[in-house]
């Protein structure tokens, strides 16, 4: 069965290569274009757009200095969110605090070095580690079928 693409039941078109070329290449948005438009209050230029953001930035009057404002740093007061409250919000993991004990975690080393950081987990590779690496699931199944 073919699916009706227009009103008229038009199931196919048949284009020369340069008319389907330039069709396709109209779908291409232009380099660094945001693809999500947001309107009304949301959007870019709109004055109340700082009193609803979480970052309170946008265009509009700034709001007066809080409590919560003082106590950060200029740096933190110009970004969103920092990657330890994204993944928090977004996947509910909380890497600030320890699983075991529940204190706060401190990044102590930050290691970027290929053959260092291949060295240490093939170290820990051998090790009876608990928690150390995720447990490993099958993927889910509906009814007897694999879900892609």
């Not at 970004?79 to 975690?105: H, I």
Request: hydrophobic share 35%; charged share 25%; net charge positive.
């Amino acid at each position: 069965m073919l699916a009706n693409f227009y009103r008229d039941g038009t199931t196919h078109v048949i284009f020369e290569p340069l008319d389907f070329i330039a069709r396709l290449a109209a779908l291409v948005p232009p380099p660094r274009l945001n693809l999500t438009r947001f309107h009304g209050v949301f959007a870019p230029n709109s004055p109340y757009r700082v009193r609803i953001t979480p970052a309170r930035r946008g265009r509009g009057t700034k709001p007066t200095k809080s409590a919560q404002t003082e106590d950060r740093t200029p740096a933190e007061q110009r970004s969103a969110m920092r990657w330890a409250q994204r993944l928090k919000r977004v996947f509910k993991v909380d890497v600030e605090t320890c699983p075991n004990c529940g204190g706060t975690v401190k990044v102590i080393a930050s290691i970027e070095d290929p053959p260092v950081i291949e060295r240490i987990l093939k170290h820990l590779a051998g090790k009876d580690l608990p928690g150390l690496w995720p447990e490993s699931r099958a993927p889910p199944v509906e009814q007897g079928r694999l879900l892609h």
